[in-house]
């Protein structure tokens, strides 16, 4: 029917390449005054910090696609199915629910007051509509409004293709499995940084 798309924090990546540029600097420019051994006082600390900023900013997503919505939080990700799907509320960040599942989406807040005033205003300035899921890219495309609106369009044109004809709850049920990359690196660096800070 349609590509995936993908709603994510505009500042989340840019703002992980910057703490990943800054910490490569810092504990470089310490190795260098102080030697190797600054490595070690340093190294694990920053990693921390990124590990962190990834985990927060970078790998949090919302994925919209024919096989149904997935949302990447920062230890577990959920999916679910059109068929389990009921409605997508966008009050203060974007939460979906299914039949027996509601999850949140730490990606995809909903937009100032401000911030959606200024958006309305830019579209009726342009005379042009709100294109849901244009999404990914676009400067209205990256909050929780948008991702609602990319949600409701694919959910309407997958029912009016037929292909959610004679689809049965339970059959395909909602996910949520534990992200084992954050799991695994969020508490090693922990222990790192602390075995640094305690030698």
Known sequence: MGATLTFRSPVGRPLTIAIGGAGVLLVGYAAVVDGPVALWQAGPTAALVLALVWALFWAPQVQVADGGITVVNILRTAH???PEFTEAETRWSLQIKAADLAVTAWAVPAS???GTRL?????RAAEEPLVAGRGATGPTGHGAEAAALAIADRHRALTEA???AGARRGVLPATIRWN???VVLLPATAALALASWLT
């Open 180 to 182: 084992h990359p954050q």
């Open 162 to 164: 037929g292909h959610l």
């Open 119 to 123: 958006t309305a205003r830019r579209r």
């Open 80 to 82: 679910v199915p059109w």
């Open 112 to 114: 100032s007051g401000t």
